[in-house]
């Protein structure tokens, strides 16, 4: 109780505010319950009327009916999202508040309530709440009492900012207000750092700082990088961007929408709720493979590994190989990083301008079947070189085709095809992938780039040659491809050159928001990844953000994972302290029973000191099986404290209350690739770092 005797800080105006929130947010979700009833009962009503005269009805009626019926199957959709969204703000009905006065109207107080979205009476229509996102809210977020400013369409509108304030409801209830001077005021962003980490990513709108804000509400045009230090809530920022991008700028989206490519299912799954608790879900996720596949889908069978197969098969991490000989393993792992660089990006795109010279190779040929009419090799020449040169080189011969078949006035279809397949062969490759396999024989190609391509293995599966053969076909044969508004790109250090391409071809014009850290790189890039985006999508503006606060760990584990890259401690600021790192020690090939006793204790000390989550974070993906298999764990079907067993590569940009990092004494961890896999291990950790040493007796 303060001296005033408010409990917390609540005062008899502020419950009666939360009441009458609460009871508007009520009747809003009475109206929704009776609007989705009428909008069921009236699908269900035109689902039988269809099926009762499904022979009578005439087809135009049919296509009208089902036409009817889409639209208000997806109003009916929306009003279920909707409901679930008042369902999430009747447990927390807003988070913040100001109060501020116009200085053109001094006197006249105005006080806004911030919420994840706008909640308007349902009698008077009056804002009750507003969107997080509104204008407006800016001065809460980047603005301390006194003079400020906010931007409107209508233009800047000055004002007084007189007091900020921060609500803390449980199921409802409003149980705490604090008078803030900035959001990072050390009470508020302490108790929102504290709380233990959940299956899926925190919404940190209610704890955002001002220089992440900042890049939320910044331009979107041309491309922006977010670099930042593990921890600091780029990806975090990226996704409230997202939200925001699709609150403010809906009318220019039209019918493109927001696309985020992932590192992998793990990631994708662990950010799954962010959007939908900030108010937004039409967002479309993305892996790397799955943006490969949807390019090689017009090829066929073009199949490739998963990046995360791949790294396992080469010999990564300091991993044996796993399947084929070690010379294989050796062999791969090479050609990963050649075929990663700059310098594979620009031999694929010197390649498409030789192609672009020397893919036909036009003869004198028949133009019927039975040998009437000819057309010689000048004209074919001229034709695919000249008159059609802005149509894609493997789609020229189609026109070429038709043209001869217009002024020959051909009509037979058997014709058409004698002059199509006559044409196809004298095309060097009629596909990418038979052109990318074409590339490592071509001794003219070779002579001409200054490279011996035959010492290099093309893999029929990697995922970089994936790359190459995608990027060849959008440059070859496929048209430019749209339908994306806003694309969201984490981990951006781990993109290699080739990747970088395809983007660029595969997403042109689209805007775009990269998030990575280079410190984190853990399959082998290396060089500065801003600069490399820079380079090879060529968009202006080019905006880039650093971020320089690890917000996730404390600052003994902040330390220590510095100390791994070589780095004084506090070359990276924490926010908050906590214990200093725990050393457990094993055999050096210790047997199940030892490492289920390792397990078991780590899982024990966590447990009591009110932990909610502990990754056993390994160098691979068969090291971390072994552990699971060790302690029998089966997975998190009961019990308070969720185990996690994985490679570090699929713990990127993930968090967990308790880290146990595997092998941490390892060799691989002592060379500079090894010490960013440490390093991004040993980030993953919120509150407590527990270190495993093998080779060392059990005191």
């Not at 706008?118 to 804002?127: F, V």
């Not at 996704?239 to 991008?245: F, G, P, Q, T």
């Not at 393993?329 to 700059?342: N, P, Q, W, Y």
């Not at 691989?668 to 093998?694: P, S």
């Amino acid at each position: 109780m303060d001296p005033n005797g408010k409990i917390n800080g609540v005062t008899d105006g502020e419950l009666k505010y939360a009441e009458l929130t609460r009871r508007a947010i009520k009747a809003c979700i009475d109206a929704e319950l009776a609007a989705s009833g009428r909008r069921k009962e009236q699908i269900l009503e035109q689902r039988r009327y269809f099926s009762d005269y499904f022979s009578e009805l005439k087809d135009d009626e049919k296509r009208d009916l089902l036409s009817n019926e889409a639209l208000d199957t997806q109003d009916y959709i929306g009003t279920i999202t909707h409901l679930k969204k008042l369902k999430r703000q009747d447990l927390e009905p807003y988070f913040a508040g100001f109060d501020y006065i116009y200085k053109d109207t001094p006197g006249e107080n105005n006080r806004l309530y911030i919420s994840l979205q706008t909640l308007r009476d349902p009698e008077t229509d009056e804002i009750i709440t507003f969107d997080w996102r509104a204008p407006v809210c800016s001065l809460y977020y980047e603005s301390e009492p006194g003079d400020a400013s906010f931007d409107t369409p209508a233009g800047r509108q000055d004002v007084e900012l007189i007091e900020k304030r921060r609500y803390r409801f449980n199921k409802g209830e409003l149980v705490k207000v604090s008078r803030i001077s900035m959001p990072s005021d050390d009470e508020i962003l302490s108790e929102a750092l504290w709380r233990n980490a959940g299956e899926h990513m925190r919404v940190i709108v209610e704890s955002l700082q001002k220089e992440q804000h900042k890049i939320v509400r910044d331009h979107i045009e041309g491309i922006t990088v977010i670099s930042g230090c593990a921890g600091s809530g780029k990806t975090s920022v990226a996704l409230h961007k997202a939200a925001y991008i699709l609150y403010g700028f809906r009318n220019r989206m039209k019918n493109e929408g927001l696309a985020i490519i992932s590192p992998n299912d793990y990631f994708s799954e662990y950010i799954s709720t962010v959007l939908p608790d900030l108010g937004e879900d039409n967002i479309r996720p993305y892996l790397q493979e799955d943006l490969l596949s949807e390019v090689l889908d017009d090829i066929g069978e073009y199949s490739f590994r998963t990046r995360m197969e791949e790294a396992e098969t080469a010999g990564e991490f300091g991993l044996e190989s796993v399947a084929g000989k070690p010379s294989d393993a050796e062999a791969m792992a090479v050609c990963r990083r050649l075929k990663s660089s700059a310098t594979f990006r620009k031999l694929i795109l010197d390649y498409v301008d030789y192609l672009g010279e020397k893919i036909f190779v036009p003869r004198d040929m028949y133009l019927t079947e039975d040998m009437e009419g000819t057309v010689d090799a000048a004209e074919l020449d001229r034709l695919f070189y000249s008159v059609f040169r802005d149509v894609p080189l493997l789609k020229r011969i189609e026109n070429i085709r038709d043209e001869l078949c217009r002024k020959s006035g051909i009509q037979k279809e058997t014709n058409k095809e004698y002059i199509l397949n006559s044409l196809r062969t004298m095309m060097r490759g009629l596909s990418a992938p038979d052109l990318y396999r074409r590339m490592y024989s071509d001794r003219e190609f070779m002579e001409r780039a200054g490279i011996d391509l035959t010492p290099l293995t093309f893999f029929d599966d990697m995922f970089e040659d994936a790359c190459a053969v995608a990027v060849l076909h959008l440059m070859l044969a496929a048209p430019a491809l749209t339908g994306v508004f806003y694309l969201i790109c984490d981990e951006a250090q781990d993109l290699s050159c080739i990747f970088l391409e395809l983007l660029r071809r595969r997403f042109p014009g689209t805007n775009m928001l990269f998030v990575g850290d280079s410190d984190q790189a853990v399959f082998g890039n290396t060089g500065d990844f801003v600069e490399r985006i820079r380079s090879i999508i060529p968009r202006r503006p080019f905006k880039r953000y650093a971020l320089g606060t690890n917000y996730r760990s404390t600052s003994q584990i902040v330390d220590y994972s510095v100390s791994v890259l070589g780095r004084e401690a506090g070359t990276i600021r924490s926010v908050r302290s906590g214990e200093e790192p725990l050393y457990m020690d094993i055999g050096a090939e210790p047997a199940e029973s030892e490492l289920a006793e390792v397990i078991a204790r780590a899982c024990t000390d966590a447990e009591q000191a009110g932990m909610e989550s502990i990754a056993f974070i390994t160098r691979t993906k068969l090291q971390a099986e072994k552990l699971a298999k060790a302690c029998g764990f089966k997975g998190n079907t009961g019990g308070k404290l969720r185990k996690y067993f994985m490679p570090v590569y699929l713990a990127k940009g993930l968090e967990f209350d308790t880290v146990a990092v595997c092998g941490e004494n390892d060799p691989f961890y002592a060379t500079d690739e090894g010490k960013l896999v440490l390093y991004t291990a040993c980030t993953r950790a919120l509150h407590r770092l527990i270190l495993i040493r093998a080779g060392r007796s059990d005191s």
